[in-house]
């Protein structure tokens, strides 16, 4: 989640430039890390950790 962060995000991939999949690269970068946020999120709550 610190990944998502405005130091992490501002100063190390905030571009828009490389386009992946007709998006800006900044969002693929912020999809991914809430994509694996989430999955983590789940993976603890069915260990029940």
């Known amino acids: ?3 998502s962060q405005p130091p992490a995000v501002h100063g190390l ?3 828009i430039e490389p ?3 007709g998006m800006p690269f900044l ?3 912020l999809l ?3 994509v694996v946020t989430i999955a983590v999120l789940i993976w603890t709550m069915r260990k029940k950790v």
């Open 27 to 29: 969002f693929v970068y």
């Open 1 to 3: 989640m610190a990944l």
């Open 13 to 15: 991939v905030n571009r």
């Open 19 to 21: 386009w992946v999949f």
């Open 32 to 34: 991914a890390v809430y």
